[in-house]
């Protein structure tokens, strides 16, 4: 089937169908697009459909959100006041959110080290505003012992979360004490040893568009523990998160509240998974989690297509019943969402073949018109990041 009726205009590029959108893209490739991080993104999932429209995704347990790509206004200071910090500096290697890589220093406060002063970029002076995660830090001084240098957001700087700490009795921050804005974890949502030792993936999209796949995260004894992730290489810590792509884990998740969960550091005591820091959910009995929603990066960094929407449904129970797929996205070239409806009875395949704005994400919720039932959907995207 022909992509959507009634676009190709303001900006748009009509595609007769999802086979030409490829072709389209691979005669890019190289030129435009860059062949090593483009790729074919499908999402599949049987949820219930109810007389509420409800966003494709795996959320049992409490709500699951989106991390978002705001920046820091980064700062320092050290943890005790310490005549051998006078001329201290630290310097900073970090990336913004278009993943360009800065450099910044840090001169610590002669009067009371413990002071938080700001990082200035090395070259124009100005103040740091745009960190997004670490690349590297040193200090051209020593810590004492028992004593820390921390950067971060104002007022946390004592852990690495989207900052990082120089540990005692050393000069550079590591892997370990690295943090950023994209800093994920794993855990159970409740103490389960059949996830002791189990090990879970995480393919996500970097803010600038690259797709960095077969992140890991290996669970201890004590299943509660967030332990973070680890890119494919297992020592470099995951630091630019921004979209999940693919959760799963090593051994399908039990029954009784043990989801298995993608988090930011802060979870803490939230035994009941909930909060605005659980980015993904592997529900009970499964091995890996489902997202629907994809969020296309800024300008010229990559372009993402919203390419079919292939739905199942399971035989209605009455008579006229119907189920319905609403799709909301701004399409490339307007500055607005539209909405589409789709409604069936059995089955729909749709190619899309819509091209998503700058800066803006596309959803997949689903209804039904009577008696709830299942549905299988499965939503395919393409992007391809920009040379």
């Given at each position: 089937m022909a992509g959507y009726e009634g676009y190709g205009q303001a900006g748009w590029r009509p595609?007769?169908?999802?086979?030409?959108?490829?072709?389209?893209?691979?005669?890019?490739?190289?030129?435009?697009?860059?062949?090593?991080?483009?790729?074919?993104?499908?999402?599949?999932?049987?949820?219930?459909?109810?007389?509420?429209?409800?966003?494709?995704?795996?959320?049992?347990?409490?709500?699951?959100?989106y991390i978002g790509k705001t920046e820091l206004t980064l700062v320092g200071a050290c943890s005790a006041n310490d005549n051998a910090y006078d001329g201290m500096i630290v310097t900073c290697v970090y990336k913004s959110n278009d993943g360009v890589e800065h450099t910044a220093t840090c001169t610590v406060d002669t009067d009371n080290s413990t002071n938080e002063i700001a990082f200035v970029d090395a070259t124009t002076g100005a103040a740091v505003t745009d960190y997004y995660c670490c690349v590297s830090a040193t200090s051209n001084t020593t810590?004492?012992?028992?004593?820390?240098?921390?950067?971060?957001?104002?007022?946390?700087?004592?852990?690495?979360?989207?900052?990082?700490?120089?540990?005692?009795?050393?000069?550079?921050?590591?892997?370990?004490?690295?943090?950023?804005?994209?800093?994920?974890y794993c855990r159970s949502h409740s103490e389960d040893n059949a996830a002791d030792s189990t090990v879970n993936y995480l393919d996500y999209m970097t803010p600038w568009g690259e797709v960095k796949k077969n992140c890991t995260s290996t669970l201890t004894t004590t299943s509660v523990n967030e332990i973070r992730f680890f890119e494919s290489d297992g020592t470099t810590t995951v630091k630019d998160f921004y979209i999940p792509i693919w959760f799963g884990t090593s051994a399908a998740t039990t029954a009784n509240t043990h989801e298995r969960l993608l988090t930011d550091s802060d979870i803490?005591?939230?035994?009941?998974?909930?909060?605005?820091?659980?980015?993904?959910?592997?529900?009970?009995?499964?091995?890996s989690a489902n997202f629907s929603r994809m969020t296309a990066p800024e300008s010229g960094v990559a372009d993402v297509w919203l390419g079919k929407v292939c739905a199942r449904g399971f035989i209605a129970n009455a008579l006229g019943d119907q189920y319905i797929i609403q799709v909301t996205l701004t399409p490339k070239g307007q500055s607005y969402e539209k909405t589409l409806y789709f409604q069936f009875s059995e089955m729909m395949d749709r190619e899309m073949c819509i091209p998503l704005a700058p800066d803006t994400s596309c959803t997949v919720k689903i209804a039904d018109t009577a008696t709830?039932?299942?549905?299988?959907?499965?939503?395919?995207?393409?992007?391809?990041?920009?040379l």
């Amino acid at each position: 089937m022909a992509g959507y009726e009634g676009y190709g205009q303001a900006g748009w590029r009509p595609f007769e169908d999802y086979s030409s959108l490829k072709k389209h893209i691979n005669s890019g490739l190289g030129r435009i697009w860059d062949p090593d991080h483009t790729n074919e993104i499908s999402f599949l999932n049987t949820q219930l459909s109810t007389g509420t429209l409800t966003e494709i995704l795996s959320l049992e347990n409490g709500a699951v959100s989106y991390i978002g790509k705001t920046e820091l206004t980064l700062v320092g200071a050290c943890s005790a006041n310490d005549n051998a910090y006078d001329g201290m500096i630290v310097t900073c290697v970090y990336k913004s959110n278009d993943g360009v890589e800065h450099t910044a220093t840090c001169t610590v406060d002669t009067d009371n080290s413990t002071n938080e002063i700001a990082f200035v970029d090395a070259t124009t002076g100005a103040a740091v505003t745009d960190y997004y995660c670490c690349v590297s830090a040193t200090s051209n001084t020593t810590l004492q012992a028992a004593e820390t240098f921390g950067a971060g957001a104002t007022g946390a700087l004592t852990t690495e979360a989207g900052g990082f700490v120089i540990a005692a009795q050393t000069t550079a921050a590591t892997e370990a004490t690295m943090g950023g804005v994209g800093m994920v974890y794993c855990r159970s949502h409740s103490e389960d040893n059949a996830a002791d030792s189990t090990v879970n993936y995480l393919d996500y999209m970097t803010p600038w568009g690259e797709v960095k796949k077969n992140c890991t995260s290996t669970l201890t004894t004590t299943s509660v523990n967030e332990i973070r992730f680890f890119e494919s290489d297992g020592t470099t810590t995951v630091k630019d998160f921004y979209i999940p792509i693919w959760f799963g884990t090593s051994a399908a998740t039990t029954a009784n509240t043990h989801e298995r969960l993608l988090t930011d550091s802060d979870i803490g005591a939230n035994t009941d998974g909930s909060g605005s820091d659980v980015y993904g959910c592997i529900n009970e009995l499964v091995s890996s989690a489902n997202f629907s929603r994809m969020t296309a990066p800024e300008s010229g960094v990559a372009d993402v297509w919203l390419g079919k929407v292939c739905a199942r449904g399971f035989i209605a129970n009455a008579l006229g019943d119907q189920y319905i797929i609403q799709v909301t996205l701004t399409p490339k070239g307007q500055s607005y969402e539209k909405t589409l409806y789709f409604q069936f009875s059995e089955m729909m395949d749709r190619e899309m073949c819509i091209p998503l704005a700058p800066d803006t994400s596309c959803t997949v919720k689903i209804a039904d018109t009577a008696t709830a039932t299942n549905m299988t959907i499965k939503v395919q995207y393409i992007v391809a990041k920009r040379l």
